[in-house]
């Protein structure tokens, strides 16, 4: 059982999901003024989804394969530039929410990068949220982990210095509403030739990806940043484990994915522009 009040700096910042109330904790639970009431599990997972108890997002082996991708360092490069950029952007003491955190690897850098910071991990899946708890900066009490979505935030107005999207659903509106005026919101996404050798593999006639305009409504453009690295894949599971981090694992035809298994190594450039906005 973990020590639940080295989190209670969260609570200020919360709200209920079905009245918009604020939220407290007692006894193990965390309950609003008209006594709804939402489960903190052992591990500190505060459950706050529309539909809390089901299962969202991604299954375990997923999550799984995700985890022991990151944790090989092959994303490294932009947790570093991610992390750095945040530290340099919010000094002092932020609150920031990481929307879409999956299993919390950017959470944890953001974390390490800047002690005094207190961090919202937040994912619809439960099952990468709960990889999210398990991390020691969780088990500190500097990230809290919570399962909801990112389309209603269970969070107050202008109640964090900063909002973290890296990979996920990205709800501008939202973003909007929850930073405080001035906050700072971080952006990773692919960017062109993001894995492209890999779809070379799996397509016949492989695509670039599109990157749309830089220009978010309600926000002022602070700068953009290439980040990229070579991954090196030394065998099957390893290319494996990269596939299913990957749109492509549910669109790519059969042959596709049988000259990737095929495959006992692969070497492929990871191409990501890190975005800053300030609300304006
Ligand atoms: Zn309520």
Redesign the pocket.
């Known amino acids: 059982m973990r020590d639940f009040a080295k989190t209670d700096w969260v609570y200020p910042v919360l709200t209920?999901p079905?009245?918009?109330?604020g939220l407290f904790r007692a006894d193990g639970c965390v309950k609003?003024?008209?006594?709804?009431s939402f489960d903190l599990s052992a591990k500190g997972v505060l459950n706050l989804s529309p539909a809390a108890g089901k299962r969202h997002g991604d299954d375990p082996g997923m999550v799984a394969a995700r985890r022991r991708f990151l944790s090989a360092g092959h994303y490294a490069p932009l947790a570093q530039a991610l992390a750095g950029e945040v530290a340099r952007r919010l000094p002092g003491s932020p609150v920031i929410l990481d929307a879409g955190c999956g299993e919390g690897y950017y959470t944890a850098a953001v974390a390490r990068a800047l002690p005094s910071a207190r961090l919202i991990g937040l994912d619809l899946s439960s099952e990468a949220v709960k990889c999210c708890a398990s991390r020691e900066e969780a088990r500190e009490g500097r990230i809290f982990p919570l399962v909801a979505g990112v389309y209603r935030l269970p969070l107050r107005d202008g109640a964090v210095d900063g909002v973290i999207s890296t990979f996920s659903p990205f709800a501008g509106d939202e973003f909007l509403r929850v930073l405080k005026p001035g906050g700072t919101l971080f952006r990773a996404i692919p960017d062109r030739r993001h894995l492209f050798a890999l779809k070379e593999i799996l397509y016949d006639e492989p695509y670039e990806n599109e990157v749309a305009d830089f220009a978010i409504d309600g926000f002022d453009f602070l700068g953009a940043r290439e980040v990229r690295t070579v991954v090196s894949l030394k065998t099957p599971s390893e290319i494996s484990d990269l596939l299913g981090m990957t749109p492509y694992a549910y669109r790519t035809p059969p042959k596709g994915k049988e000259r990737l298994a095929a495959l006992s190594e692969l070497s492929v450039g990871a191409e990501f522009i890190l975005l800053t906005y300030r609300r304006a």
């Open positions: 209920c079905v009245c918009g109330e609003c003024l008209l006594r709804h």
